[in-house]
């Protein structure tokens, strides 16, 4: 495996890299540190200055997994670091990804999947993202793309907003509006709320906002939980812990169409796309927006 030599304050050791972590195709650990090692310079913008947690398999997808927030006291001092303030005391000291040799630190360490914040080291608690999780009730994926056409339509129509698209690797998708960070938490997880009520009233027979499942009547659930103050996302390109290794890979609209699978990109076959296609979210904050044309325009739509 062709891994760099870091030396200096990046030196580390890579260790136990013929273990298996995804059984039914025996891809290993070594198979995720060259993964993520190909894959740094695309997907670190979406990383860079990002809380992250991390959610590690020391022995492989098919045994205990456990979420981590806080950096371990054995990381190494060069890897960056925010300690952020609890609501209920104390704090999270949260790593930050900010370069190559700390993704492929996080991968030696069992950590598959990293998740981030929606916000940034600078302000934390203003998120420059707002996130709409279409999950099917059922694995029905036709059901999601249908979903996300609507939201682009209410979304870019209706309200002027700009949508970005990722295929989750799991089985739904993520609509993504790149926001300037001018908002708090509560305030774009409210708005994002509202909007899904009001498209689920439009939309009774397709969509639910139910938390319980229990309730939602084999609906597609619009979830906005991601947008809370501590909340996380899947971070674009990651693995999923999901025997194919299949990888959160943003995707553009039109290529949508051509979808049957939110799964449809793994760690064997993600680079054959990207030799042919540029990272649709390669220039996503250039877009970023603010919510006060859109908050006014979403009230006027609402009294009609």
Not at 120 to 147: C, G, H, Q, T, W
Not at 276 to 288: G, Q, S, V
Request: proline content about 7%.
């Amino acid at each position: 495996m062709a891994t760099e030599k870091y030396k200096g304050k990046f030196e580390f050791e890579i260790t136990k890299q013929e273990k298996v972590f995804f059984p039914g195709e025996g891809y290993t650990k070594g198979d995720l540190i060259e993964y993520y090692e190909k894959i740094a310079e695309v997907m670190l913008p979406h990383l860079e200055n990002r809380p992250i947690t991390m959610l590690r398999f020391p022995n492989g997808i098919e045994n205990k997994r456990f979420f981590q927030k806080d950096e371990p006291d054995y990381f190494p001092d060069w890897i960056n670091t925010i300690k952020i303030e609890k609501q209920d005391g104390g704090s999270t000291c949260y790593v930050l990804c900010n370069n190559k040799p700390t993704l492929i630190y996080l991968a030696n360490q069992a950590c598959i999947t990293p998740h981030i914040w929606l916000s940034k080291k600078d302000e934390p608690d203003y998120p420059d993202r707002m996130i709409f999780d279409l999950d099917p009730s059922e694995d029905n994926f036709a059901e999601v793309k249908s979903a996300a056409l609507i939201f682009k339509k209410f979304l870019t129509e209706k309200l002027n907003l700009p949508v970005f698209l990722m295929n989750t690797g799991s089985r739904g998708l993520h609509l993504a509006i790149p926001l300037r960070p001018q908002k708090n938490f509560d305030e774009v997880r409210g708005f994002a709320q509202e909007i899904t009520i009001y498209l689920e009233k439009q939309h009774p027979e397709k969509f639910t906002t139910a938390t319980r499942k229990n309730k939602r009547e084999n609906k597609l659930y619009l979830d906005v939980a991601r947008n809370g103050m501590g909340q996380t996302t899947v971070a674009p390109y990651s693995i999923r812990p999901i025997p194919g290794a299949p990888i959160a890979t943003p995707i553009d609209w039109q290529e949508l169409s051509t979808l049957d699978t939110a799964q449809k990109y793994n760690i064997k076959n993600i680079f054959r796309r990207m030799g042919r296609k540029e990272d649709p979210w390669k220039n996503i904050e250039n877009l970023a927006t603010t919510l006060d044309a859109a908050k006014t325009a979403f009230e006027k739509i609402i009294k009609e």
